[in-house]
């Protein structure tokens, strides 16, 4: 029953390449060049661009800057 297979993808693995692309792209970069360049980002998960779209307008309005609620713990 317990048959050994190799991985032809490793997750962790590919998560860490891409946060240390990410943290070798945007490191040096003050907030508002982080600001603009995530606004800039296309996305190509369309509910993804229309959160981002929504952030922007909620941003733009001066809507409240505080944290999200903490959710509790089941």
């Known amino acids: 029953m317990t048959e050994q297979r190799s991985k032809t993808f490793d997750c962790v693995q590919g998560m ?8 070798e792209e945007i490191g040096d970069r003050s907030y508002e060049e982080l ?7 296309g996305y190509s998960d369309p509910f993804l ?3 981002a779209e929504r952030a922007a307008q909620h941003s733009a309005s001066g809507g409240p ?3 999200a609620p903490e959710r509790q713990s089941r």
Do not use: E, F, P
């Open 16 to 23: 860490r390449q891409i946060r240390d692309r990410l943290s």
């Open 35 to 41: 600001v603009r360049w995530l606004r800039s980002h």
């Open 49 to 51: 661009q229309r959160l």
């Open 65 to 67: 800057k505080q944290a």
